[in-house]
């Protein structure tokens, strides 16, 4: 007997794949640009019944210059998706700064100042 998909699931599976490919916009459509081409797609997230999805990228460069850049190029990023996503609707994207990596290494830091 099959089973149901539940709606979460086929959330994160929608958002999955959004980063997917969204991940390869930026890498084909968007190589010659410099910030553009210093970010990695790190996680995703979709919200208001898979209508909307952050995508969760991290960089080495400027972050708020990426960001601003990101926010630009966002409605291009999301004519391309909609060539490529076979759905019925296109969820709206918004790109989101993960500081995970940097909160990782504060208290990694912290940890070691404890053990002097």
Known sequence: MMTKQTNSNRSEKIASKVQTLVA??????????VLIRGVSLVGSQSHGGM??????????????????RLDEI????????AKKIDQKYVPEIRFVYDDT??????I???????EK
């Open 24 to 33: 390869g916009i930026l890498q084909y459509n968007f190589s010659d640009d």
């Open 51 to 68: 209508q909307f999805v952050k995508l969760f990228f991290h960089c080495h460069e400027d972050k708020e210059a990426t960001q601003q």
């Open 74 to 81: 966002t409605k291009q990023v999301r004519f391309e998706l």
């Open 101 to 106: 990596l940097e909160r990782a290494d504060r």
């Open 108 to 114: 990694e830091s912290l940890l070691e100042n404890i």
